[in-house]
Structures are given as structure tokens and as C-alpha cells.
């Protein structure tokens, strides 16, 4: 039996979506035979209330000098940190002597240069060398290690407390979340303040989402299991405010109890969840039979397209869509294959289910009948962007909160 990452109580899986691959491990055709799968099973902790998958890869077989996730490919999230980072700087950092400013998992620089261009005293923390490398280049310090209690110890000895600790898209996936929220707790000044944000549970139980489920994704949070985790080292929850970013997500900023005042969204929240009956595992149960609705859907779709002979692409090789195209089984005979912007994908194969991936510029040279919307969480950059497919008469597959066809 697994124990709870935060409270120890016994885990039961309430689904699992079978063997998985490492999401973002792009292969080339010899790589298939080794490649490496474990099992995704989802559970939530009925003591705690953390959402949780039993069994996580180690960090090292995910985040590495080759890791494909560049945050910077999105021109939408370079304007999401931009906004969030002046946020920062215009509100909780005015007026303090030289301010100190942590990010844990900065990868390619995407928010902190923001505060390297105020001249603000930073440092990122990237265990990816490759992505890090990127945020070197454009001035930003980062420091290529996993944070953990022993790394906040010797920020504190190197570099000083913080005055703020940011995180986007990182925390939850970090399975030591004990030793992390400890050593924020550490790092932290006595007024210093932790802002970070994830996908959110509410919108995943409700969009049935579940491809936000995968090995990097440890954790989904809610603002109950996050005051609950930071609590236990003296941080409170002081507001959580919904962000559309990633398919609906949560920043949720935390303080040493006591420090300040506590914005009234937070039992507004914490509220809204019980009402939505996150704490309560039936919830989890109709969650999974709405999955395996969604799979069976999408798959017959695909199959009455396939047996129409209509060309279908795939559109971004998210993360994501390593979940969907497992648990479906999507292969190339439904896929002709993915596009995607990300160089060091292109060329390769999807994980698992071999799909290839090419650059972007195949899908608009010769456009499919259909587009499979892999990166759904960006359907309104994409759209906007995509006019001349519309005008090509191309339909947009999507699955997220339906499967569905738009024209
Ligand atoms: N903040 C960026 C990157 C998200 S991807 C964004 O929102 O776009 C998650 C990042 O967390 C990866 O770059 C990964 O290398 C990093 N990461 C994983 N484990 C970590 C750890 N223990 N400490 C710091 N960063 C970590
Ligand atoms: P994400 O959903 O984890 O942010 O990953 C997005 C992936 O989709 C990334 O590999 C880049 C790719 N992508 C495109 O190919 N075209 C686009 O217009 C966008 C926004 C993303
Ligand atoms: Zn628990």
C-alpha cells in the first residue's frame, strides 16, 4: 500500500488509465524498444484531501538536459508572466531595500527575466540544464538543481531569505511536497510572501480534464489541500485567485500565519469546493465514468473518420496529450501525425503510441480535413491565429469539456 506525499494516510486508486510513458520524452524509432512506462493511477487522500497519482517516476527520468517543455512557446504565457510579474514588482515588492525574488521551477527564464530587467535581485531554480541554459543566456541566474529543504538551507546561506517565492506549473510537480513547503518555510522572511499557481481540481473534475493527469503531475491541487499542506510549516493561505491559463488554474498565495490579512476569496473558495463535493469520493467515482465516456467517444470518432479516410493531424504534442493518446490508444493509424513549434520534438515520436511530429509548417503547407486540438489549453491563441485553416474549410477536433467538432 501507498501512503499519502503529505499526511502519510493509506492511498486507494479510484481509477487507472493503464501503462504510461514518460510524457515529455520524445523518441527517436531506436529508443522504442527501451522505452520506459510505469502505471497512472490517479488517488485522493480521503484525510488530507490531496489529489494525488500513486506512482511517479523519479524526478531524473523527467526533468533532465533534454527536456522538452520550453515555456516560452507560448506567446500568451509570455504575456500571462509578464502581467504576473508586474504584479510583483508593483505591489508586494514596493518599497523593500533590495528585495530578494526565488522562482522555483523558472525553466527558460519566461517570468524572471522581468525582474532581471528591474535590476532585482533573483535566482531561479532549474534542474533542466537545457531550459535553464536559455534563461543563462538572456541574463537571468539560475541554479540548476531540484529544490528541496537541503537547497533552501543553502539559498539562505548563499544568498539570503526571500522576500518572495514565485512558482507556476512547478510545485505540484514535486513529489517531495513536504520537504518543499519546509524549505519555503525557511527561505521565506518573516513578511516575505509565496505566490504559485497549478492546474486547478475544480476545473479538472468539472471540464474532465484528465489529461492534466500525467507523471510530472504529482499533485492537482485545490485551495483546501493547499492550506492544509502549508499549514503544517506555518503558512497560511492568505488568497487564491482563478487564472485561465493551462485550462483553468489557481495562484494561491501564502504568508507566515499571522502576517497579514486574510482576503475573504479564500473561504469563498474553500466554500465553492465543497459545494462542488471535492472532498468526497464519489465525486472521483462519476469523474471516472466520465472519463471512460470521453475516451470511448473520442475513439469512435477518430475510427468513423479513419474508416471515411479523412486526414487528421494532431495539433501540439503537449504533455497532455501523452495521457490522451494512451488511455484512448490514438495511434498514427487515426493521427497522420503532430505538429508542433518545439525544434526538439519535431522529428521524433509521440511517447507510447509513436505518432510522429513534425514542424508546424507541414500543417499549414498542405492542411488536414481535421485537427485534433492536443493543445486545448491555448485554443484561443490557436484560433486566432489559425484563419486560413478555417478558411481552408478545416474542423477543429477538441475533447475538453466535450468531444466535439467545430466548424
Ligand atoms: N514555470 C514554467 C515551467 C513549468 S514546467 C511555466 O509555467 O511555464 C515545470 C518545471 O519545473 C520544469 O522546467 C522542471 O524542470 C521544473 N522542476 C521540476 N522539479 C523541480 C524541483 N524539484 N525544483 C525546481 N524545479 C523543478
Ligand atoms: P503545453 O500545453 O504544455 O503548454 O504545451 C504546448 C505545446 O504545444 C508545445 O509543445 C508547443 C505546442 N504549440 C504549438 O505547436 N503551436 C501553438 O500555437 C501553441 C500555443 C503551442
Ligand atoms: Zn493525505
Not at 533542466?128 to 529543504?149: H, I, P, T
Not at 526571500?162 to 518573516?190: F, Q, W
Not at 493551462?246 to 502576517?259: K, Q, T
Amino acid at each position: 500500500m501507498i501512503s499519502c506525499r503529505v499526511c502519510g494516510n493509506q492511498l486507494e486508486k479510484f481509477m487507472s488509465f493503464g501503462k504510461m510513458p514518460i510524457a515529455n520524452r520524445f523518441l527517436l524509432p531506436k529508443q522504442f524498444d527501451s522505452e520506459y512506462f510505469f502505471e497512472l493511477a490517479p488517488a485522493f487522500c480521503k484525510s488530507c484531501f490531496t489529489f494525488q497519482i500513486i506512482e511517479q517516476p523519479s524526478p531524473e527520468k523527467m526533468f533532465h538536459n533534454n527536456y522538452a517543455f520550453y515555456s516560452s512557446t507560448s506567446r500568451y504565457m509570455q504575456l500571462h508572466f509578464k502581467e504576473f510579474a508586474y504584479e510583483v514588482i508593483n505591489s508586494i515588492l514596493m518599497g523593500r531595500d533590495e528585495p530578494f525574488v526565488v522562482e522555483i521551477g523558472s525553466n527558460d527564464g519566461i517570468m524572471l527575466r522581468h525582474f532581471k530587467d528591474k535590476g532585482c535581485r533573483h535566482l531561479g531554480i532549474e534542474p533542466s540544464e537545457n531550459v535553464a541554459d536559455v534563461a543563462r543566456k538572456n541574463g537571468v541566474n539560475s541554479l540548476s538543481k531540484f529544490f528541496d529543504v537541503d537547497l533552501a538551507e543553502q539559498i539562505i546561506e548563499e544568498y539570503g531569505q526571500a522576500d518572495v517565492i514565485l512558482s507556476a506549473n512547478a510545485m505540484c510537480h514535486i513529489s517531495d511536497i513536504n520537504s518543499v513547503a519546509r524549505g519555503i518555510s525557511l527561505l521565506l522572511k518573516p513578511k516575505g510572501v509565496l505566490i504559485f499557481e497549478d492546474p486547478y481540481l475544480g476545473d479538472m473534475i468539472s471540464k474532465v480534464s484528465y489529461d492534466q493527469i500525467y507523471d510530472e503531475h504529482v499533485f492537482i491541487f485545490s485551495a483546501t489541500s493547499v492550506s492544509r499542506i502549508f499549514q503544517q510549516y506555518g503558512l497560511e493561505l492568505i488568497n487564491a485567485i482563478p487564472q485561465i491559463t493551462h485550462g483553468g488554474s489557481m495562484r494561491y498565495i501564502l504568508a507566515p500565519i499571522g502576517s497579514h490579512l486574510v482576503s475573504p476569496n479564500v473561504k469563498k473558495i474553500i466554500d465553492k469546493e465543497i459545494e462542488q463535493g471535492l472532498p468526497l469520493p464519489d465525486t472521483y467515482e462519476k469523474f471516472k465514468e466520465n472519463c471512460e465516456k470521453s475516451r470511448d467517444t473520442l475513439l469512435e470518432l477518430l475510427n468513423r473518420l479513419k474508416d471515411r479516410g479523412k486526414r487528421v493531424v494532431g495539433y501540439g504534442a503537449t504533455s497532455k496529450s501523452t495521457t490522451v493518446t494512451n488511455y484512448c490508444k490514438i495511434g498514427p493509424e487515426h493521427i497522420e501525425f503532430i505538429s508542433d513549434t518545439t525544434p526538439i520534438k519535431q522529428g521524433r515520436f509521440t511517447p507510447g503510441m509513436h505518432i510522429p511530429v513534425r514542424p508546424y509548417e507541414e500543417f499549414t503547407k498542405n492542411f488536414p480535413e481535421y485537427a485534433l486540438l492536443f493543445a486545448w489549453n491555448h485554443a484561443q491563441e490557436i484560433f486566432e491565429k489559425e484563419v486560413k485553416f478555417k478558411y481552408a474549410k478545416g474542423k477543429w477536433i477538441s475533447y475538453v469539456p466535450n468531444v466535439d467538432i467545430i466548424e
